[in-house]
């Protein structure tokens, strides 16, 4: 399978030196030099993966990645900030803007290569399930959520962490396997990746549905 890849920034030397890497790699890439352009290019090639920067013109990698989110055709596609903007702060804002990781500038080709490939495979092997309660149902055919009688979408990783906790209710699961099937042993997340999904999952669908066992993990309730 040929995986599509966005590739967005306002240096042309980066655009040139990384979509030659990753041409490379055997993925198909399109480039774009600011926001506006990114989400046209993204609803002509509908990419599997988005490397996004923060800092650009016109709109900058927050705004960006809200507006590609907003979007129903480009819900499902895996967003990831490739940014010299690497402080927790930072990544905290781009999680909030709903990517699904961050990795940092500067960053090896090497090292780069081989997250992507991590991060593709991981979409390669997304096969969701379909937990339900009486409050809270999941459609994972269409990628919704219906609570209280309100259907929500969510972003992909949110979604996915969602459906691991509801497709166990009442079972403890630990911060580690939640690293493992949400973001794969071979992506490196921050310590506070989880904390924010976790967040803004509550801020979505209650603060009932989701107990914290401190320092270990979380639980579904219904």
């Known amino acids: 399978m040929s995986y599509r890849i966005l590739l967005v920034d306002d240096e042309p030397d980066i655009l040139e030196f990384v979509s030659y890497t990753l041409r490379g790699a055997g993925y198909e890439v399109f480039t774009a030099n600011d926001g506006q352009e990114a989400l046209q290019r993204a609803r002509e090639c509908r990419p599997h993966l988005i490397l996004l920067d923060r800092m650009m ?24 900030f490739l940014s ?29 290569t081989s997250r992507v490939q ?18 809270l149902t ?7 959520v219906t609570i209280r009688g309100e259907e929500l979408t969510l972003p992909r990783k949110e979604f996915a962490l969602l459906e691991l906790l509801a497709g166990r ?32 999952l509550r801020q979505k669908i209650g603060e009932e549905h989701i ?12």
Not at 62 to 73: G, M, N, V
Not at 86 to 97: K, S, T, V, W
Not at 126 to 134: M, N, R, V
Not at 211 to 222: D, M, S
Request: charged residues 30%; glycine residues 8%.
């Open 84 to 112: 010299a903007l690497g402080e927790e702060q930072q990544q905290i804002e781009g999680f909030d803007a709903g990517a699904d990781g961050y990795l940092t500038k500067p960053i090896s080709m090497k090292l780069l």
């Open 169 to 200: 209710p009442g079972e403890l699961i630990t911060r580690e396997e939640i690293y493992e099937k949400i973001w794969g042993q071979e992506v490196v997340v921050g310590d506070r990746t989880i904390d924010v999904h976790i967040r803004k």
């Open 138 to 144: 999941i459609d994972a055919s269409r990628h919704t």
């Open 57 to 80: 013109p016109v709109m900058d990698g927050a705004a960006t990645c809200r507006a590609l989110r907003e979007d129903p055709q480009l819900k499902e596609t895996v967003i990831f």
């Open 211 to 222: 107990r914290t066992i401190k320092g270990v993990g979380y639980l579904f309730e219904n």
């Open 118 to 135: 991590a991060i593709l495979k991981r979409v390669q092997k997304q096969t969701p399930a379909q937990p339900q309660t009486s409050a």
